[in-house]
């Protein structure tokens, strides 16, 4: 670990944050409000009604923008692969490569040729035609989102791949078990359903916003019964696409499991943590929390949701980093043990191949594949560098959880106060549905420093931690260019804002062209 | 049966940049998006790729194997 420049790992970790979490503030909107107006538009065309034809013209508006505004931000994060992280994009190289080809090819195609019809077909094309334009759009933004989920997904479980050792790089032997892997499906479906929701929100706050000051209430309405609706079955999704990914990750990254739930000791019958305030630590070499200032617990709620029994036994912090025989669970210290063990080989094996020493090749390729399910740990000694930040993976999970239940709620009351045609009076509900807009994008953000912090410190799970993952490059650029982007992307998400504000300002009263 | 089959493609090719053309030209509200859009780009291809974001191993080695040589390099240096 003394090899390493951890100065240079932290800015650059930072900076893909960064760039990762701006992008994010553009793609779920995109994602959930292109279902949003499909569905609005084929009740316009089921009905003939042209209150329908301007509501899905004013959401498709404001599509447009978060659309221009957000596309090619996702590129920084491919730039940022080449320069910063070369090392990890050579040795995933060939898993990355197909996803994104495919990507490439279908997705982006059908999204941006179907986008310039959705635009400027709608008095070019037939009514149908321009609806199936519509849909295909939404369709092609989840299946952008798709592949590069699928490629994420990869990341945290390694699966339908084989490390060639002469060229460093993973090579896909199955695309299959790559692109249906429970945690690739888990992912996709989670990630878009929360997009799903956020574009709900955003959809019930701003025409809670014209309710607010008396403007346009038909249009409000109307949207806010689709949004709500759509934004009511999505978070249904959420839920049940939520409590399949946390079973899987409970067995596949089981200390992002424990640290989401400040779990340090493994029990059975675990509670479930539903509100908690992590005290400070106590010893500063030891700077993880272990207790709770204030705490309100499920009853055997975590072994249920981890294992589908009250009675399972979830394993803490300390169990996998010190083992636990009796639940069959090895310590960190072997892995870091077998992990130097495949490095090591590695190194001996390309020494043997350039002797021509074809025996001791063959010898070091075996002990290596033996050992390689654990390649990653051989870079560390200490075992508390495999604890991701407890208190950003906790509060993370709660506040998306907390936030999810807040929207879900949300949603019932805005359908039941609409059936009742009682909802104009509630001035306290329209005021919380526009300020849970922002609440909306917390909750997405949140959702991926739960994925992304508590998984550190891999790139790839178990293989690639990030401190072998970056380039040797120096550190001022990095510093450099993370401030020149936090410029930039707050420039943009300004010039967005204003432009959304202003186009929401004028209403759906132009027909949104 | 050539020249019917170019001319075709003529007629497709100028209905598509047609229909491109009035839609951007009829976009009221499009004119300040599409200037943020280019100097978005601008910023990201024309400064950003080009001087801050080199590929660090295409710019260093010449052949893959030099690459996957440099990678091992870097994965065993621990050891």
Known sequence: MENFDIGLVDWSRAQFALTAMYHWIFVPLTLGL????????SIYVRTGDEQWKKTTKFWMKLFGINFAIGVATGIILEFEFGTNWSNYSWFVGDIFGAPLAVEGIMAFFLESTFVAVMFFGWDKVSKKTHLMSTWLVAFGANLSAL???????WMQNPVGMKFNPDTARNEMVNFWEVLLSPTAINKFLHTVTSGYVLAAIFVVGISAWFLLKKRNVVFAKKSMVVAATFGLLSTFFLVMTGDESARHMAKIQPMKFAAMEALYDGRTNAPLIAIGILEKPQDPNNPHPREFYYKIEIPNALSYMAFLSPRAFVPGINDLINGNKEQGIISIYEKIK??????KALKDYKEAQRNNDEALQAEKLQLFEAHYKYFGYGYYKDAKDFIPSVPLSFYAFHIMVILGSHFGILFIVILILLY?????KKRWVLWISLWTIPLAYIASEAGWIVAEVGRQPWVVQDLMPALTAVSNIDKTSVQITFWLFAFTFTALLIAEIR?????INKGPKDGGQ | MYEVQTKMRKTVFHKIFNFYYDGFKTMTWGKKLWIIIFIKLFIMFAILKLFFFPNFLNSNFDSEKEKGDYVIEQLTKTE
């Open chain 1, 499 to 503: 432009i959304m504000l202003s186009q």
């Open chain 1, 147 to 153: 592949w590069i989920l699928v490629a994420n997904a």
């Open chain 1, 34 to 41: 292109a279902f949003i107006i499909a569905i609005m538009e």
């Open chain 1, 338 to 343: 077998s992990g130097k063990i495949a490095i």
């Open chain 1, 420 to 424: 009742r045609k009682t909802l104009e």
